[in-house]
């Protein structure tokens, strides 16, 4: 058996408050504003296209999806898988978590909105005495809206139960995960991810985010195209005839999934090499790197959102 790779230098890793905190806001920023924020644009395109039914004015970020129970368990799974990734990259990234850490760091990312408004209501009050009032009523019309319905209140506590427990849950595996002797990756740098250091994914954000929203859209084709293959299937389907004014369903179906999976295709190999190129696995001159890495990460996505409509 391979035992090499058993055997690579580990790096130091601080274990301070301070070193978590740094940590914790890589993780929130990761799972939230890139991932989390990828699946609050493809939910919104949804809405917009009319199959969601909440309305022209429905933000994804709401806490509460409208009156439908089934939109609101999936706004709740979503809020889960969040979570989970969220704690699942703070506990990779912090390599040891104590369980009063897992405690402190999982209500602030749960509750980080009301900290904030709290925060902002302070300044607000402080600062700005005249803008205070209209703020005031505001929020006291937001929270009248969630006591004031018993479904509302029980979607909003379940919600939020359900990241803290998501949270917590994952952390364990990102731990486990980077102390495991047989995993290689991220060993010899600390405060990395897939060799990346943390800050990078400070403008990586950009790429990321617009890229997953790529994939989201293409699972959807993915799934609707398969959708209308089997409720298309005639028996005459296998000998090439046309099956309604679509033409052969058969054809249609290996059609799109062609071309789906090349444009999946592209954006995962897009993201490896820009990642390689940020790990210093390329040999090329930095002037070069630099335009590489701001066209994969910038004019590419513009080029595909102006040209296409893969963006949504």
């Not at 274990?15 to 890589?26: G, L, M, N, P, T």
């Not at 022209?56 to 509460?64: C, S």
């Not at 046309?242 to 179906?253: S, W």
Request: net charge neutral; hydrophobic share 55%.
């Amino acid at each position: 058996m391979d035992t090499t790779h058993i055997l690579q230098p580990t790096a130091t890793v601080s274990y301070s408050f301070f070193s978590k905190v740094k940590r914790f806001i890589a993780a929130m920023l990761l799972a939230d504003w890139v991932l989390g924020n990828a699946v609050n644009v493809f939910i919104q395109n949804l809405n917009r296209k009319g199959l969601l039914g909440l309305g022209g004015d429905f933000q994804a970020n709401n806490l509460i999806w409208g009156d439908s129970i089934w939109l609101n368990l999936l706004h709740i799974f979503i809020l889960a898988f969040t979570a989970g990734l969220f704690g699942f990259i703070f506990g990779y990234l912090s390599r040891r978590v104590s369980l009063s850490e897992k405690i402190i760091f999982t209500t602030l990312y749960v509750f980080i909105r009301f900290i904030f408004i709290g925060l902002f209501s302070v300044i607000i009050d402080s600062f700005f005495p005249t803008y205070s009032a209209g703020f005031n009523n505001i929020l006291s019309e937001a929270f009248f809206a969630i006591t004031s319905s018993t479904f509302n209140l029980l979607v909003v506590v379940l919600g939020h139960l359900v990241m803290f427990v998501s949270s917590i849950y994952f952390m364990k595996f990102g731990s486990n995960l980077i102390n495991d002797p047989y995993y290689s990756i991220d060993k010899s740098k600390n405060g990395t991810l897939l060799d990346i250091k943390w800050f990078h994914y400070l403008w990586l954000f950009i790429p990321i985010a617009f890229y997953s929203q790529i994939i989201l859209n293409l699972i959807y084709l993915v799934g609707h195209t398969i959708v209308t293959l089997v409720r298309n299937f005639g028996w005459t389907t296998l000998l090439g005839g046309d099956d309604g004014k679509n033409g052969n369903a058969l054809d249609v179906a290996w059609g799109s999934l062609f071309w789906i999976f090349i444009a999946a295709s592209i954006v995962v190999y897009l993201m490896d090499y820009l990642r390689k190129i940020l790990t210093g696995e390329t040999s090329q001159h930095w002037v070069v790197k630099l335009l590489i890495s701001i066209s994969i990460a910038i004019v590419v996505p513009f080029l595909i959102l102006w040209f296409t409509s893969l963006a949504g």
